[in-house]
């Protein structure tokens, strides 16, 4: 009964993340097609390089974005709020400067759609998906 415990950690950790890499990938791909001037990803092979941004931001929401909230947690507080999406903008910037030429979003109101874009489809995927099927079992 043990082993089967221990395995369903590892079991809902691979569903989150695949849902919110399918997630990612799919609005990133969809916003590059309606803001094709502002949104760049490669066209040489756009699947892969939507799913490998997807994968970095997943990365780095995991990872970097805990450590800048709590860092930024009086300015935050301060703004009321305000502060948060440009956290991931800035977590939107790191993932240009790592794809290179590979992915690329010109202007900073684009980049503010597109973390807020992104900061709604987790939040929708979260509460809509991920917990009610945890909820279950």
């Known amino acids: 009964m043990m082993k ?10 691979f569903i989150d993340w695949a849902i919110n890499l ?13 803001f094709k001037k502002t949104i760049y990803i490669d066209p040489t092979n756009t ?8 994968f970095i931001i997943y990365v780095l929401n ?3 974005k805990p450590l800048l909230v709590w860092l930024t947690l009086p300015i935050t507080g ?5 502060f948060y999406p440009f956290i991931n903008v800035f977590i939107l910037k790191l993932v240009e400067l790592i794809t290179f030429e ?8 684009m980049s503010f759609i597109v973390a807020v874009c992104i900061s709604c489809i987790n939040f929708g995927v979260s509460e809509l998906i ?5 909820r279950k079992g």
Do not use: R
């Open 47 to 54: 699947w892969f390089w939507g799913i490998f941004v997807a």
């Open 78 to 82: 301060l703004t009321a709020g305000l």
């Open 22 to 34: 399918l997630a990612y990938g799919m609005i990133l791909l969809f916003l590059s097609l309606v």
């Open 4 to 13: 089967i415990n221990k395995y369903q950690k590892y079991i809902k950790a």
């Open 62 to 64: 995991k990872t970097i």
């Open 130 to 134: 991920i917990k009610p099927l945890f």
């Open 102 to 109: 590979h992915f690329a979003i010109h202007g900073l109101w």
